[in-house]
C-alpha cells in the first residue's frame, strides 16, 4: 500500500511519516512537485487555516486532492487536517475549506475564555468504546475546533473544561473521508492503533459515546 503524506508547508511531516513507518509502511511526500498516485492520502498540520488553504491553492494541490477523492483514494486529516475537511475555517481570517464536510472551525477561545487555550495535553478518547486505560488517553493541541450537523458521518465526541462538546474524529465510509482533531501518531499504542485500522480499512470506525 503506497501511502501519500500531504506536504503544503503547515504540516507535522515527521511524526506521521514515523508513525507510518513503525506501521509497516513506507510513505512518501507528496508536494507541489511530486503529485503521484497513492492509495491513501494523509493530511497533517498544524498552524492557521487560513495560511493552510492559501497554500493548497498557491501549489496547486486542491485539484491533485479532488482527483484523488475522485478516484476513491482514501483521505485522512489530522489536527488541522481535520479541520480543513470542513467548509468554514476561521483561523487567521474567514476563508473556504476543503469542504468535504459542512461545519464551522471556530475559537475554543470564544466559548472559554476563561480557560487556558491552546488546549495541549492528553485525554482519554476511548475511540473504540474500550476502558479507560491511562494508555487509552490522546494527544491534542489546538485553539480551534469543529461544530457540524453529525448526520454527515460517523463520528466520537469529547468535553473540554466548562463541558464544552466538540468532536474529536469522524468518518464517512461511502466517502472514504475520516479526520481526527487529536494526533493519533503522536498517542502510544492506541493512536497507533487508530492509525493502523484506518489505513487498512481505508475509513475510520469510531464508536459513538
Not at 511524526?15 to 513507518?21: G, L, R
Not at 464536510?101 to 477561545?109: D, K
Amino acid at each position: 500500500m503506497k501511502i501519500g503524506i500531504l506536504d503544503y508547508s503547515s504540516g507535522n511531516i515527521a511524526s506521521v511519516f514515523n508513525a507510518c513507518n513503525y506501521l509497516g509502511y513506507q510513505p512518501c511526500v507528496i508536494s507541489a512537485a511530486t503529485q503521484i498516485s497513492v492509495d491513501r492520502l494523509i493530511i497533517p498540520g498544524v498552524g492557521s487555516a487560513y495560511t493552510a488553504m492559501r497554500s493548497i491553492l498557491d501549489y496547486s494541490l486542491r485539484p491533485y486532492i479532488f482527483e484523488l477523492h475522485n478516484s476513491s483514494v482514501p483521505i485522512i486529516g489530522i489536527c488541522l487536517g481535520f479541520q480543513l475537511l470542513f467548509s468554514e475555517l476561521f483561523e487567521g481570517g474567514l476563508c473556504t475549506g476543503l469542504s468535504f464536510f459542512q461545519g464551522t472551525v471556530t475559537s475554543l477561545h470564544d466559548f472559554l475564555p476563561d480557560y487556558q487555550i491552546p488546549r495541549i495535553g492528553w485525554s482519554t478518547v476511548n475511540p473504540y468504546g474500550y476502558s479507560s486505560p491511562s494508555s487509552s488517553e490522546f494527544y491534542f493541541l489546538h485553539s480551534y475546533f469543529v461544530t457540524a450537523d453529525t448526520s454527515q458521518f460517523s463520528y466520537h465526541e469529547t468535553s473540554y473544561i466548562g463541558n464544552l462538546p466538540y468532536l474529536v474524529a469522524c468518518s464517512s465510509k461511502a466517502r472514504l473521508i475520516s479526520g481526527f482533531q487529536y494526533h493519533p501518531e503522536k498517542s502510544n499504542i492506541w493512536g497507533l492503533e487508530v492509525l493502523r485500522e484506518t489505513l487498512i480499512n481505508g475509513y475510520y470506525q469510531p464508536i459513538i459515546t
